[in-house]
């Protein structure tokens, strides 16, 4: 029996017919339309499209720590995900999380992989603070390397023939994103924090079907939490414009 069929299991997906990447893709776009619709309002034309201003980030949720710690805008911690610094980042995040999103979903479940999502996202701007805490920071990328490292160490787990091609699938692309983020400039330490974030859990979660049966409970109150958490900062955007 492949790793496919021995995990057919956890392949489910009850978002109403919307698979939880398609709805990370969809909010990511949705911000970003939003945010260049305002800097088209302030007269910054095809700059809000291919260059947003720093300013223009931080009021759409881009992170900043002195602005977490002087105005307690915890939300930054997380939104600064959903936020992205022009079409060809948020076009190359989004390609990568087209890429490698789906394969993961159907092996471990939307609950696990927001999870996981939300996880990498803290944890890689908490690296970030550590190596630059001044410096403005926005994208998926750090979310989207914390996958790829889940990947590489879950699927050497399972090993088998199957497993080990989805493996070096997901090698080949970080080592596609941590070149394209090398000439663009892009925070190599969110990247780094979300890589070993995700090995790191891609080594503690189970591979076995009674092992996600255990734990399958667990994950979906985690998930919701993080649903819950995400949507609260979201919406703390706006608010912080009062």
């Not at 959903?82 to 890429?99: A, E, K, P, R, W």
């Not at 088998?160 to 000439?183: D, E, H, K, T, Y």
């Not at 399958?216 to 608010?239: H, Y």
Request: aromatic letters at 16%.
């Amino acid at each position: 029996m492949n790793a496919y069929t021995r995990h057919s299991f956890f392949r489910r997906n009850s978002l109403s017919g919307h698979s939880l990447v398609q709805i990370l893709i969809y909010v990511n776009l949705a911000l970003f339309t939003l945010m260049v619709l305002h800097g088209t309002i302030l007269g910054l034309q095809m700059r809000a499209i291919f260059s947003p201003p720093t300013q223009l980030l931080l009021h759409w949720g881009g992170q900043f720590w002195p602005l977490v710690f002087q105005q307690n805008q915890w939300w930054r911690c997380l939104t600064y995900a959903y936020t992205h610094g022009g079409l060809i980042h948020l076009g190359f995040n989004m390609m990568v999380l087209y890429q490698v999103g789906p394969l993961l979903e159907s092996e471990i479940g939307w609950p696990r992989l927001f999870t996981l999502y939300t996880l990498c996202a803290l944890t890689a701007t908490f690296a970030g603070y550590v190596w630059h805490p001044l410096v403005p920071v926005v994208g998926a990328s750090g979310a989207i390397f914390g996958m790829i490292g889940f990947s590489v160490s879950y699927f050497h787990r399972m090993g088998g023939a199957v497993a080990i091609q989805q493996r070096n699938f997901m090698f080949q692309w970080a080592v596609m994103a941590f070149i394209f983020g090398l000439m663009l400039g892009a925070d190599n330490a969110a990247h780094l924090g979300g890589l070993l974030t995700g090995a790191a859990f891609g080594w503690l979660v189970p591979t076995s079907i009674r092992g996600q049966r255990k734990t399958e409970n667990l994950f979906k109150i985690l998930a919701w939490l993080c649903v819950a958490l995400t949507a609260v900062s979201i919406i703390a955007i706006p608010f912080s414009w009062m």
